[in-house]
Nanobody
Framework: QVQLVESGGGLVQAGGSLRLSCAAS????????MGWYRQVPGKQRELVAT???????NYADSVKGRFTISRDNANNTVYLQMNSLKPEDTAVYYC??????????????WGQGTQVTVSA
C-alpha cells in the first residue's frame, strides 16, 4: 500500500508564512504528479497547486505569486511554501499523488489532511 503523511500546518497571522510537507511511503515504484488541495466546511475540495515529476507546476489563480510547490523526487516528498497568507487561505490542506506501485498498478492517493488557520 501507499501512505501520504502531511505535516507543517498550524495557526499563523495574516501576512505570515507556513511550509507544508508531504512524504509518500510504501510500495512505490514511481510518482507522477503530486499536488496540494484544500477544503473548507461546506465547500468542495479545490486545487491549490500541482507539480509533475519533471517539475512542471500549476497553481490556482488565488495563490499565484504567494505559494510555491516543490518536490524531492529522491525522497518522494512534496512541499508547499505559503507566503503572504490571508484569512481566506484557512482550510484543511490535503496532499495528493499519482503513484505507480511496485506491483505495476496505478493509484491515486490522499493524505489525511493538515489544518491551516490564518487569523486576521
Amino acid at each position: 500500500q501507499v501512505q501520504l503523511v502531511e505535516s507543517g500546518g498550524g495557526l499563523v497571522q495574516a501576512g505570515g508564512s507556513l511550509r507544508l510537507s508531504c512524504a509518500a511511503s510504501g510500495s512505490i515504484f514511481s510518482i507522477n504528479a503530486m499536488g496540494w488541495y484544500r477544503q473548507v466546511p461546506g465547500k468542495q475540495r479545490e486545487l491549490v497547486a500541482t507539480i509533475t515529476s519533471g517539475g512542471s507546476t500549476n497553481y490556482a489563480d488565488s495563490v499565484k505569486g504567494r505559494f510555491t510547490i516543490s518536490r524531492d523526487n529522491a525522497n518522494n516528498t512534496v512541499y508547499l511554501q505559503m507566503n503572504s497568507l490571508k484569512p481566506e487561505d484557512t482550510a484543511v490542506y490535503y496532499c495528493n499523488a499519482d503513484v505507480l506501485r511496485s506491483d505495476w498498478r496505478v493509484g491515486n492517493y490522499w493524505g489525511q489532511g493538515t489544518q491551516v488557520t490564518v487569523s486576521a
